[in-house]
């Protein structure tokens, strides 16, 4: 099997395995918005991008942190396990789960930001 097979491979069924683990387990308790805003991906979507969450559908903000983080997850374990040497596999997993918790967060704070403003409403 080929590298980037077998990256995919593993990438897939982690992805499958963290979001699952993240829907079932930990995002079927938050049904209330007091328990929500304890969460710190919440809280640095409300405070950092300043939504307002009277507007905001809170169902949804827990679905794509929980995407996000599972893919987070999923793709350094992936990258990490397909990689020889361990202080390479500390360095490339320091600078994948940084590197994509700013850009993935942003994107996405930015979107639901957006969206708010457009449509005056629930996202």
Do not use: H, Q, W
Request: net charge positive; aromatic share 18%; hydrophobic share 50%.
């Amino acid at each position: 099997m080929s590298p980037i097979v077998r990256f995919i491979y593993d990438f897939v069924l982690l992805f499958m395995l963290f979001y699952l683990i993240y829907e079932v387990f930990l995002n079927k308790r938050k049904k209330d918005y007091s328990k929500l805003k304890r969460n710190d991906p919440v809280k640095i979507f409300i405070t950092r991008y300043d939504l307002d969450m009277r507007k905001t559908d809170y169902k949804k903000v827990l679905r794509i942190c929980a995407l996000i983080n599972s893919f987070i997850i999923a793709f350094t374990s992936a990258l990490i396990i397909n990689i020889n040497g361990f202080m390479y596999k500390l360095l490339i997993t320091f600078i994948t789960v940084f590197a994509f918790m700013y850009a993935l967060y942003e994107l996405a704070g930015k979107s639901m930001k957006r969206k708010e403003k457009e449509k005056k409403k629930n996202v």
